[in-house]
């Protein structure tokens, strides 16, 4: 499996996020400074997406930014990245309409691949945000 690049920051926002005290906003230049640079137009992208999802919170103003809306150590990854990536098809044929392949009608490889895809899921969902942050770092967030 590979991640959108959006899911990928949208994980390490959250990830620089669970590490603030509650209530304690980050603004969204101080979260693309963080991340190496990222431009603050895909930022907020990104953390407009998040908000959507329940995940996070804005605030506007000089004391504004983003803050996490969840407890980190109740969101299970798989479940948000499942989320984050519904859009996206694993394969052309996973899209349903406009599939290309001539294969389609015999092809076993398609279940295979979903099943790997659930499993994958799975596997994330053992764990949550609260464990992506290093050991002797606490969990804050929310």
Known sequence: MRLLAATDFALRVLMLLVRQPPGRPVSVETLARELGGLSRHHLHKIVQELTALG???????MAGGVALAVDPATLQL?????????????????????CACTLVEECRLKGMLRQAQQEFYAALDEHTLAECVPPGVEARGR
Request: aromatic share 4%.
């Open 55 to 61: 995940v996070t919170r804005t605030t506007r103003g």
């Open 78 to 98: 798989g479940t948000l990245v499942r989320r984050l990536e519904s859009k996206q098809p694993l394969v052309e044929c996973f899209q349903g309409q406009g």
